[in-house]
């Protein structure tokens, strides 16, 4: 099956600075990736996805960047801000499957 | 407002007691997830459904069980032979497979 690999676990930045997470998959058929952000005590949301036939994707301050060659994939955010502070996740699907990062606790330093 | 709903948000059983958590969509989804999260890790798949009468086991399945008897409902079953039902549950719903997945608010079982 597949495994996915998410790197760091932790992560604190200034307010205003940007913050990158990457994650490697290990199955090449994989072809969805998308990102979740999840808060205390709430189940995670889609924040931004990409699939196998598009190498970026950007959304306002967010972005995510695929390479499939390497089988890894990163999210980007920009100009950071306190409630960017959360818990995030990467996952990549394989047929009907999502398999699931551990997890960046991302914090905001104001 | 669609979405998917959880209930209860917390959930307590006593040893060797069978419960049963809650899922419920208006989002005229097909299929159906559920995860379990534990501190510190990733989602992990316990049972996931594509349409109404039918699901497959995930990564996960031993001590779980659930049905799919209508569209807008999956229920799971946590039962005694799950020797560390302990965790957080999350319910998600897509339009298909390898579609985004929507999350419910999850619900938190707890032994007593």
């Known amino acids: 099956g597949e495994n996915v690999e998410q790197h760091p676990s932790t992560l604190s930045v200034q307010e205003g600075d940007s913050a990158v997470i990457k994650c490697t998959y290990s199955?090449?058929?994989?072809?969805?990736f998308p990102w979740y952000k999840q808060e205390l005590g709430k189940g995670p949301q889609l924040i931004i996805d990409i699939r196998s036939n598009v190498g970026e994707k950007k959304d306002q301050r967010i972005a995510v960047t695929l390479n499939k060659t390497a089988k890894h994939f990163s999210l980007h955010i920009t100009e950071t801000q306190p409630e960017d502070s959360a818990v995030y996740f990467c996952?990549?699907?394989?047929?009907?499957?999502?398999?699931f990062g551990t997890g960046t606790r991302l914090t905001i330093i104001p | 407002d669609g979405g998917i709903t959880q209930s209860p948000k917390y959930l307590f059983r006593k040893e060797g007691q069978n419960v049963t958590l809650s899922c419920e969509q208006n989002?005229?989804?097909?299929?159906m997830y559920w995860y379990r999260q534990d501190p510190g890790q990733g989602l992990r798949l316990i049972y996931y459904s594509q349409i109404v009468n039918d699901f497959q086991k995930g990564d996960i399945a031993e001590g779980y069980s659930v049905s799919r008897e209508k569209k807008e409902s999956f229920p799971l079953t946590v039962t005694s032979a799950q020797k560390n039902p302990t965790a957080f549950y999350l319910c998600?719903?897509?339009?298909?497979?390898?579609?985004?997945?929507?999350f419910g608010d999850g619900t938190r079982l707890s032994i007593l």
């Open positions: 998600a719903s897509s339009i298909s497979y390898n579609q985004p997945q929507h």
């Open positions: 199955d090449s058929a994989s072809n969805y």
């Open positions: 989002l005229n989804h097909d299929a």
């Open positions: 996952a990549a699907s394989l047929n009907e499957k999502l398999t």
